[in-house]
């Protein structure tokens, strides 16, 4: 049973930090994608970056890049994204997910929409707020 867990969302201050998890289960990380995705109150969900299962890095978004990292630990079958430099503007749940079937190892193109996943954690909330 394919499973995802997000942990490490909190309250931080504007210009602090936060490090999320995503631990996986019931795949292999190594050879599926995975992506980050967040959403806003009132907005859609928003696809932040994917790592692809040789680790192959998409394009983050215009909103995040030089701001956040995404990275992986196999053997831990975990996924990391370190955010920094936070504004008021990246509250949100934040979600990791992963694909299903022939493209499964592959990060959609750009950042993807939310229909090229098929398998989604319960999300962490992200709040930045002074």
């Known amino acids: 049973q394919v499973q995802l867990v997000e942990s490490g969302g909190g309250l931080v201050q504007p210009g602090g930090s936060l490090r999320l998890s995503c631990a996986t289960s019931?795949?292999?990380?190594?050879?599926?994608?995975v992506g980050w995705y967040r959403q806003a109150p009132g907005k859609e969900r928003e696809g932040v970056v994917c790592i692809s299962g040789s680790g192959t890095i998409s394009t983050y978004s215009d909103s995040v890049k030089g701001r956040f990292t995404i990275s992986k630990d196999n053997s831990k079958r975990t996924v990391f994204l370190q955010m920094s430099s936070l504004t008021p503007e990246d509250t949100a749940v934040y979600y990791c997910?992963?694909?299903?079937?022939?493209?499964?190892?592959?990060?959609?193109?750009?950042?993807?929409?939310?229909?090229?996943?098929?398998?989604w954690g319960q999300g962490t909330q992200v709040t930045v707020s002074s």
């Open positions: 997910a992963t694909r299903s079937g022939s493209y499964r190892t592959f990060c959609p193109e750009g950042t993807g929409s939310p229909g090229q996943y098929n398998y």
């Open positions: 019931g795949f292999t990380l190594a050879s599926s994608a």
